[in-house]
């Protein structure tokens, strides 16, 4: 035992030793960046997709696409540039772009116009010119003032297998097949219930929402958001669909979804919601599906709600 003296007083070592003491709190996640690739964009970047290769990756705005090395944070190649000379002639912006999960020098980017552009970047450093063309023939019988508002598209997606994509407008998600160009193979209608909304809508500025859209780890299922917190799943096998919402009442632990349904017309069953009670304030645009089980996270507003398949 060592004695020290301090101002006539004798202390022991053990007894000036402070003893921390456990106190709960909550988990605090902070983000740290690694790299920061900074000066290659004007506008507000819309996509970014990692290469197969793992070594690149691009960073898309409304105008530009660069490409990236993911060790080299100076120094981008631009690889699509769509303004024109006089920005009084711009007619489209680029809304998202992504690589080809197995072809690396493949990737696509689509348009406020509803079109969507495949470009292969062996053809030229400059993909100016596209290898494909998608788009979809519009109904002139259908055509009105928001026609072109709610065809842009707002998220596009390659299927995990590459054959497929699948590309979100406002009202609807369709999937394409790469081989052909024409038309999508399969539409899903997510909300159309809104359409008779539309003018509302734009009026509140909703229908300039961006929502995106997901792939489950065996393409055999899509899903997306909506309004009212609501989120979609599609069965591309079955052609089953589902509405689903992420709340706080309805995600405590092990608690099991309730299909919700929409009602357009007078007559509202118990468990059915009117189009006229939707919270278009309350909006889900961002969805992801674990690449191999039946995890999907949702975000609404400032919560993000982890759902799991049903486990016996």
């Not at 065809?151 to 407008?169: A, E, L, N, Q």
């Amino acid at each position: 035992m060592y004695w020290m003296s301090l101002k006539g007083h004798q202390l022991t070592t053990r007894s000036l030793r402070k003893v921390p003491i456990l106190k709960p709190m909550d988990l605090m996640v902070e983000a740290s960046p690694r790299r920061i690739f900074a000066n290659a964009h004007t506008y507000h970047i819309n996509s970014i997709s990692v290469n197969s290769d793992h070594e690149t990756y691009l960073s898309a705005d409304d105008l530009r696409i660069n490409l990236w090395h993911l060790e080299i944070t100076d120094r981008s190649f631009n690889i699509v540039d769509i303004k024109p000379v006089n920005m009084e002639e711009l007619t489209e912006v680029i809304t998202a772009a992504e690589f080809h999960p197995h072809q690396c020098n493949v990737f696509v980017y689509s348009s406020s116009k509803g079109t969507i552009r495949l470009c292969d970047m062996r053809s030229s450093a400059l993909c100016d010119r596209h290898s494909k063309f998608f788009e979809e023939p519009e109904d002139p019988s259908s055509r009105s003032f928001f026609s072109e508002i709610i065809s842009s598209i707002s998220d596009v997606k390659f299927s995990h297998s590459g054959r497929y994509m699948m590309t979100r407008d406002y009202l609807s998600i369709k999937v394409w097949d790469l081989n052909m160009e024409t038309r999508p193979v399969e539409t899903y209608q997510v909300h159309e219930y809104l359409r008779s909304k539309l003018c509302s809508l734009y009026e509140n500025d909703c229908i300039f929402d961006k929502f995106e859209c997901c792939w489950n780890g065996s393409d055999s299922a899509l899903m997306s958001g909506s309004y009212n917190n609501f989120f979609r799943m599609f069965d591309r096998g079955t052609r089953r669909d589902v509405t689903l919402e992420a709340s706080r009442e309805s995600s405590k632990p092990r608690a099991i979804l309730k299909p919700r349904k929409v009602c357009t017309g007078g007559k509202r069953k118990k468990d059915e919601i009117s189009v006229d009670s939707l919270d278009f304030n309350k909006k889900i645009l961002h969805t992801a599906w674990h690449p191999q089980e039946n995890i999907i996270a949702v975000a609404a507003t400032n919560n993000l709600y982890l759902f799991q398949d049903k486990v016996n």
